[in-house]
């Protein structure tokens, strides 16, 4: 199904993050947002499992509220040493995480998961990157945090933004997972969606 087929369909994101609407609306897709009502706390889960159960929430709660749409949730993590960053729970939190991350190669995840209300068809994946950020500055980072742009962020950073962007070194694989939306894969999830 080619993307000018995808965009006959309507679409909910459940998720209010500006970043994945902004990368919906790269696509072309008709959508509404909703926000999920859903506890984010992983209790000592396995990170895959964790972005999967949580995508899959999200989902559900979007499922039960709306009729005849594509469903589309995500979760994005991430994930250093073992150890899943949230989003912070304040500026000095932020800050930890932004010193854990410096100099090091962490590990994002973004789960989806897509329900099909027409065919009933339910599908989940998820996409991984390896981010390598170069040695952080206290300055950069008190910096970064003070501009308050990373507070809504797992991990505490931005890769889009004007200091998350030159605090990354390299990535290997999807940019756009980083960002919270794996395009690629949603593409090729709703082509087998709508089959």
């Not at 972005?51 to 559900?60: F, I, Q, S």
């Not at 994930?79 to 854990?100: F, H, N, Q």
């Amino acid at each position: 199904m080619s993307l000018s087929e995808l965009k006959s369909y309507n679409y909910i994101l459940a998720s209010q993050s500006p970043r994945r609407k902004h990368l919906l609306k790269l696509l072309g897709l008709k959508f509404k947002s909703f926000h999920p009502q859903i506890e984010e706390n992983h209790r000592g889960e396995k990170p895959v499992y964790y972005a999967k159960k949580l995508a899959e929430d999200k989902a559900e709660v979007a499922n039960k509220k709306f009729q005849n749409k594509i469903i589309i949730a995500a979760d994005t993590i991430v994930v250093i040493d073992g150890k899943i960053l949230e989003k912070p729970k304040s500026p000095d939190d932020a800050k930890r995480m932004l010193r854990t991350l410096s100099g090091k190669t962490h590990i994002v995840y973004t789960a989806i998961c897509l329900i099909n209300q027409n065919n009933k068809k339910k599908l989940i994946d998820v996409e991984k990157t390896l981010v390598t950020f170069r040695k952080l500055t206290s300055k950069e980072i008190d910096e970064y945090v003070e501009s308050g742009s990373c507070l809504d962020k797992a991990g505490s950073y931005g890769i889009q933004d004007d200091l998350g962007a030159v605090f990354v070194e390299k990535i290997n694989g999807c940019y756009y997972n980083v960002v919270g939306l794996p395009l690629q894969k949603l593409y090729l999830m709703l082509q087998s969606i709508t089959r």
